[in-house]
């Protein structure tokens, strides 16, 4: 335990005394009074005395909840960022698992001999195999052919043209991705309009 933490709990327990010794000291005074004699002074200091052992009990027994409670959040705070960092860790390995298949096919295809064609129907393949392992992460290309959509798209050019409509999108320069409604990249388009 932290020296605040036992300058805390000693203060307290002396601000609680000197609470209980100012109530239980005007009782005192005026039994005092009433009955001046030795045994009822004797009788007064004893219930004095009982009392502040009672109280001291009653501060150890709250000074042991507080400690329990403190730890167990200490615990519990630990607890959380070990499972938090858990979570992204497995989020990471799965999605690696699905990209690196996809890795292994262009390292093949950079070794493989042939003409262009087998090259080019191997970039096909790689292709789609990349398409459907983003397919089973979630992830979906934004469509543009609905127009123009702030949210989604990112306008880098932009053209007037008298036979097409406004907003409308004339080139995708970079596809845009996204998960659920969550953009993972805006594409990047020229409209018109």
Same mark, same amino acid.
């Given at each position: 335990?932290s020296?605040?933490?036992?300058?805390?709990e000693?203060?307290?327990?002396?601000?609680?005394?000197?609470? +209980?010794?100012?109530?239980?000291?005007?009782?005192v005074?005026?039994?005092?009074k009433?009955?001046? +004699?030795e045994?009822?002074?004797?009788? $007064?200091?004893?219930?004095?005395?009982?009392?502040?052992?009672?109280?001291?009990?009653?501060?150890?027994?709250?000074?042991?909840?507080? $400690?329990?409670q403190?730890?167990?959040?200490?615990n519990? !705070?630990?607890?959380?960022?070990?499972e !938090?960092?858990?979570?992204?860790?497995?989020?990471?390995?799965?999605?690696? !698992?699905?990209?690196?298949?996809?890795?292994?096919?262009?390292?093949?295809?950079?070794?493989?001999?042939?003409?262009i064609?087998?090259?080019?129907?191997?970039?096909?393949?790689?292709?789609?195999?990349?398409?459907?392992?983003l397919?089973?992460?979630?992830?979906?290309?934004?469509?543009?052919?609905?127009?123009?959509?702030?949210?989604f798209?990112?306008?880098?050019?932009?053209?007037?043209?008298?036979?097409?409509?406004?907003?409308?999108?004339?080139?995708?320069?970079?596809k845009?991705?996204?998960?659920?409604? !969550?953009?993972?990249r805006? +594409?990047?388009?020229?409209?018109?309009n």
């Amino acid at each position: 335990m932290s020296k605040d933490k036992e300058e805390l709990e000693k203060d307290l327990n002396e601000e609680i005394i000197e609470e +209980s010794v100012e109530e239980n000291k005007e009782e005192v005074v005026e039994e005092t009074k009433e009955e001046n +004699s030795e045994e009822n002074e004797l009788s $007064l200091v004893k219930k004095y005395k009982e009392e502040i052992q009672k109280l001291k009990e009653e501060l150890e027994v709250e000074k042991d909840k507080y $400690l329990r409670q403190t730890a167990e959040y200490q615990n519990f !705070k630990k607890r959380t960022a070990k499972e !938090k960092e858990g979570i992204y860790t497995d989020a990471c390995v799965d999605v690696l !698992k699905e990209i690196l298949p996809n890795l292994d096919n262009i390292e093949r295809a950079i070794a493989a001999e042939g003409n262009i064609e087998a090259l080019k129907q191997g970039v096909e393949m790689t292709l789609k195999g990349f398409q459907n392992s983003l397919e089973k992460l979630g992830v979906t290309e934004i469509e543009t052919s609905e127009g123009f959509d702030p949210n989604f798209n990112n306008a880098i050019m932009h053209i007037e043209d008298p036979e097409l409509g406004t907003n409308v999108v004339v080139e995708v320069f970079m596809k845009g991705y996204k998960r659920g409604d !969550k953009v993972i990249r805006h +594409s990047m388009v020229k409209t018109a309009n």
